[in-house]
């Protein structure tokens, strides 16, 4: 699972609230992304970062921020979750040797 | 931009037989990988098994093979012996091999897979 963890597992949250997702990583490893997976959608990347403050926007990257302070630390943001963010959520970073992407374990998000 | 289609959203296989899962994808590159996740109930996304565009050698994993046809752009994976753990979802995903594709993921939109005893 290449060490990687997402926190919280599960989280419901109002409308018009923000919030925060976290990724950590003990693997070193540069490369670490943020996906969104939706019935009839597969998996859709929202950003990515490519080195510590280095990030970019991914295909649904709308209402959507992130943050990359340490390598480890990769955080999701949804500054005013809306009810079409209801979502699970995965975090994934890149092996160094292999250039395989390794996926943490998934955050479902419920908008109310 | 890249695209990738998995055109069964879901097939079914009973114990012990083989199934054909099939992928298409759209790509001007010539160097890329192609890649089969497993996703099962638990949620965990797992590898598969992945194909680089450059060899023309389909990849096999134990059961696991892929059929890459690189003149269609077309990848199916082929999994032999069907056993009740393989029933998961399936997703195909495309990978441009160079840095300044920064290494992102397309996926397709899945096949669930069912396996019946």
């Known amino acids: 699972d290449a060490g990687i963890t997402q926190s919280p597992r599960h989280k419901v949250t109002e409308t018009g609230t923000p919030v925060t997702l976290r990724c950590h990583q003990t693997e070193n490893h540069r490369y670490m992304y943020w996906y969104r997976q939706d019935p009839g959608h597969g998996l859709r990347l929202i950003h990515y970062?490519?080195?510590?403050?280095?990030?970019d926007k991914g295909e649904v990257s709308d209402g959507y921020s992130v943050s990359r302070s340490k390598t480890e630390d990769f955080l999701l943001t949804l500054e005013s979750a809306t009810s079409s963010q209801t979502s699970v959520y995965f975090c994934?970073?890149?092996?160094?040797?292999?250039?395989?992407?390794?996926f943490g374990p998934g955050t479902r998000l419920t908008v109310t | 931009a890249q695209t990738v289609t998995q055109s069964q959203p879901e097939m079914s296989v009973q114990e012990a037989e083989t199934v054909t899962l099939s992928c298409t994808y759209d790509?001007?590159?010539?160097?890329?990988?192609l890649f089969w996740y497993k996703q099962p109930p638990s949620r965990q996304m797992i590898l598969v098994i992945r194909q680089e565009a450059y060899k023309q050698q389909n990849a096999t994993e134990n059961r696991f093979s892929v059929n890459f046809q690189k003149a269609a752009k077309s990848f199916s994976l082929k999994i032999s012996d069907s056993q009740l753990g393989d029933a998961a979802m399936y997703f195909c995903a495309y990978r441009a091999n160079s840095g300044g594709s920064n290494y992102k993921l397309t996926f397709g939109k899945g096949t669930l897979l069912t396996v019946n005893p």
């Open positions: 970062s490519y080195g510590v403050k280095d990030t």
């Open positions: 790509t001007s590159e010539s160097d890329y990988y």
């Open positions: 994934a970073t890149l092996g160094r040797f292999t250039y395989e992407q390794y």
